[in-house]
């Protein structure tokens, strides 16, 4: 830099007349292979030509992570600052995708590192399938098992296409409610968290007994039910099956019932006042 | 009073050899032309040792006398050599010195004095204002044209460049979920680019070890506790600028639609205009899409092109294939792929259509197409979106399902910059699954303060509307600082309500994670996420949880 701060004013000076006009504007001037109107103070200071102190931020492109480390030439190839490059990754980095998950890899990616992916349960909230539950803790592949392309494509939207086993299992015999026998669908969403299995809702059942809410909350379908009928989902649910036993729990009912008119100690008699128990 | 309280002292307080002043009250030297040379102080030639104590002793010359710290002094006693000692400390007029049992009165010699300076040299005074002038005029009117440099054209390569670069990762992984049980994973991940093994020969090696200490009802590969991935082993000669052989297991960049395969590439590199052209041919059998396993069941074969030019504005790159695909699940079948990308400082825009006829499943011609836009239409603003459309359903070979199925995307964001510590975003967007009819929408605003705290941290928040088949809405805050370059903490709270009829629909979650550049090519990711249900209210049993983590550490080349 000394050098050329030196050669600068004796350029000038033989130049002749005309180019001794344009004396003040000669720092403006752009070093060979700069291009354009660089301005060698924005980058370089009198004490040589490196280290370069050029401020990338007010470019509207922050060099982050490894984007520190390269040499300016690697991201402008013409040798010239002056030629506008592009911000998108894919017009540098090579996709490992090969194209199949689209251009925004900062959605994924930070630049520290490509290998450790920045993808979590809140963006895959933007997808068609958000991740609750243990769902959310769960290694990428269990679900996506195309390991060969990386393009992380939509495995399956319905639960039986990964639970099969499960469904089976339940289906079988093996589950405390054999869903095939109850006539259960694989809407399996409608009684099932994406936590567990059991404790399991059963939103039709509040119809005829509040099993969400209260002392009942949570409560095992065998627990109050002898048998369990089959359940038609195209029609209301019935409510007189005749097969929850209440009485084996509560015992003691007609002590509690002393002067209520009606009252016997028979299981039908209990949900016919108490359909909505909630302790009452 | 400690050593180096004494040594301090003596440096300070003790009286100066001649004249009896005090180093700290001396008066620094004349200086400049004024300072003349008969006031250098003559030569002594001796020093001598003013007093001891059990370890130092301390002489009565310094720095002025040509004693240096660090230096060894030769002790003398009644003319005979007694030890020797190294100057620890030292002042313009003392020193103390370590290492010798020194006595008061022992002497040393003094080294010969650094040379005299030359005088300093007056320079004649400026020529008057009239002869500058005059010497001005005859500069300005010589006939020298201004001197320009014009650097010489840069010789592009025909082929693209190539990167290089070498990682290597170990990483721990854990999930755990009560209830549910523990799964954890350790993986060696290595990933080589462009090594160049000759002058025109070149590695790519992209590969993963995989290693289940423990595992939970896994789907994929349930009795394969170590799995090995091999996505890229691929060597490249280029005999001449003009040509590029590959072989081995081909990872097809720039190819669209193409994927992993084990055979050889072949490709011409020419130029068309002033843009930059690839054209070639590929074939091979591809491997198990689930294991990565070498099989004869699948191949691929076919021709490409790729065309990169930069505009005036930015980079157009268009890359095509034709291609025959063989697989059990779609049977014998053409394929053909075309994109379009445009990246510029103001817009990137990225079109990719994919074809397909014959074989054993039919799409309509059109397999698969995406669009990609972002558009920064001021320096403050950017607007984007992307779609994207799947028509192929792919027949399930094997269970669990793997391949993608019917499906339409779409989302768009919008960010602005308000001032430079706050930007205001919103985002929109649907996943449609064509074959089961479920989907959802989405749409929501987002709120980040960038370095709002400085080096301690930007801040985030978002929330969403979820609307559809798993309905539902969620919100997140984050905090991200980097205190010390070398470091980078995040922190994230987000919650979650699932418009469901099962026993939980609120959940919240934490995560901690950290990254430390350790050495410039070192560096450690840790990270860890809780989660568990909010409301407590519901169902029977104890509140499940579940947590997640990776450890990993990252060595870059």
């Known amino acids: 830099m000394r050098t050329s701060v030196a050669l600068l004013p004796l350029f000038a000076l033989a130049a002749g007349p005309a180019a001794a006009a344009e004396l003040p504007s000669i720092s403006m001037r752009p070093l060979p292979g700069h291009g354009g109107d660089t301005e060698c103070s924005a980058c370089h200071t009198a004490d040589g030509w490196r280290p370069v102190t050029f401020n990338h931020d007010r470019t509207g492109f922050v060099l982050e992570g490894r984007h520190r480390e390269v040499s300016c030439k690697a991201c402008h190839r013409t040798n010239t600052f002056a030629d506008p490059i592009p911000r998108a990754c894919s017009a540098c980095h090579r996709d490992v995708h090969l194209g199949r998950l689209g251009q925004r890899c900062q959605d994924c990616h930070d630049p520290t590192s490509f290998a450790a992916p920045a993808f979590g349960p809140e963006a895959h909230r933007r997808t068609n399938f958000p991740l609750t539950g243990r769902h959310a803790v769960l290694a990428c592949e269990e679900c996506h098992g195309d390991r060969r392309d990386r393009g992380f494509d939509r495995p399956t939207a319905r639960c039986e296409g990964c639970h099969q086993a499960d469904l089976a299992l339940a289906s079988g015999g093996g589950a405390a409610v054999n869903h095939a026998l109850a006539g259960f669908t694989t809407a399996c969403r409608s009684c099932h968290s994406t936590w567990r299995f059991t404790p399991a809702s059963f939103p039709a059942h509040q119809a005829c007994f509040d099993i969400l809410h209260g002392p009942h909350a949570g409560i095992r379908c065998m627990d109050c039910h002898t048998t369990l009928p089959p359940v038609s989902f195209t029609q209301p649910l019935s409510c007189s099956t005749d097969t929850a036993n209440c009485i084996r729990c509560h015992a003691n009912a007609p002590s509690q019932h002393q002067g209520v008119a009606g009252f016997a100690m028979v299981n039908r008699k209990c949900y016919e006042c108490h359909r909505f128990a909630t302790g009452q | ?557």
């Open chain 2, 1 to 557: 009073m400690s050593a180096p309280a004494i040594v301090a002292l003596f440096l300070l307080a003790a009286p100066a050899p001649e004249g009896g002043v005090t180093a700290a009250a001396a008066v620094p030297p004349p200086s400049g032309p004024e300072a003349s040379p008969s006031a250098r102080p003559a030569h002594r030639g001796v020093g001598e040792v003013a007093y001891v104590t059990a370890e130092r002793a301390y002489l009565d010359a310094g720095s002025d006398d040509g004693l240096a710290s660090g230096a060894e002094v030769t002790l003398r006693r009644h003319g005979e050599p007694s030890g020797s000692c190294r100057i620890e400390a030292i002042a313009p007029h003392h020193a103390v010195c370590v290492g010798a049992r020194a006595r008061p009165g022992d002497t040393f010699a003094l080294p010969a004095p650094p040379a005299e300076p030359p005088p300093p040299t007056v320079l004649p005074p400026p020529p008057p204002e009239d002869v500058m002038a005059r010497r001005r005029a005859v500069l300005e009117s010589a006939p020298l044209a201004l001197v320009t440099f014009q650097a010489p054209p840069k010789e592009e390569p025909l082929a693209m460049p190539r990167t290089r670069a070498i990682d290597l990762s170990v990483t721990h992984q854990t999930w755990d979920a009560s209830p549910g049980g523990a799964s954890s994973k350790e993986s060696l991940d290595l990933l080589a680019r462009g090594v160049p093994l000759t002058s025109w020969l070149f590695l790519d090696l992209d590969a993963r070890l995989e290693h289940w200490t423990s595992r939970q009802n896994p789907r994929f590969r349930p009795s394969d506790k170590t799995q090995v991935y091999l996505w890229q082993a691929q060597l490249t000669a280029l005999p001449s600028d003009a040509m590029s052989i590959s072989a081995g297991r081909v990872l097809p960049w720039g190819i669209p639609g193409a994927t992993v395969f084990d055979g050889g590439m072949v490709g011409w590199h020419s130029r068309w205009g002033e843009a930059r052209v690839e054209t070639g041919v590929f074939g091979g059998v591809v491997p198990q899409p689930d294991t990565l396993k070498p099989t004869t069941q699948r191949d691929t074969g076919g021709g490409y092109w790729i065309i990169d030019r930069q505009l005036p504005g930015g980079l157009f790159r268009t890359e095509g294939r034709l291609a025959a695909v063989r697989s059990p699940e779609l049977g014998t079948r053409g394929e053909a792929s075309l994109t379009g990308r445009y990246f510029a400082r103001a817009l990137d825009l990225s079109a990719e259509a994919n074809l397909g006829a014959g074989g054993k499943v039919h799409s309509g011609v059109l397999d698969s197409a995406r669009v990609d836009a972002t558009f920064r239409p001021a320096s403050r603003l950017t607007v984007g979106g992307s779609y994207r459309y799947d028509g192929l359903g792919w027949p399930q070979t094997f269970d669990p399902p793997a391949f993608p199925g019917k499906t339409r995307e779409a989302d768009g964001f919008l960010g602005y910059e308000v001032v430079r510590w706050l930007r205001l975003g919103a985002t929109a967007g649907f996943s449609d699954d064509v074959s089961s009819g479920a989907g959802r929408r989405f749409f929501g605003p987002e709120l980040i303060m960038p370095a709002v705290l400085g080096r301690w941290g930007t801040l985030s928040a978002g929330y969403l509307e979820e609307k559809g088949w798993i309905a539902g809405r969620s919100a997140y805050g984050q905090w991200v600082a980097t205190p010390w370059r070398p470091l980078w903490f995040l922190a994230r709270a987000s919650w979650s309500h699932e418009e469901t009829q099962g026993p939980y629909e609120d959940e919240g979650s934490v995560t901690l994670a950290a990254r430390a550049e350790l050495t410039s090519f070192l560096a450690l990711r840790l990270s860890l996420s809780a989660r568990t249900v909010l409301d407590a209210s519901s169902g029977a049993g104890s509140r499940p949880a579940a947590y997640s983590g990776f450890a990993t550490l990252q060595a870059a080349y």
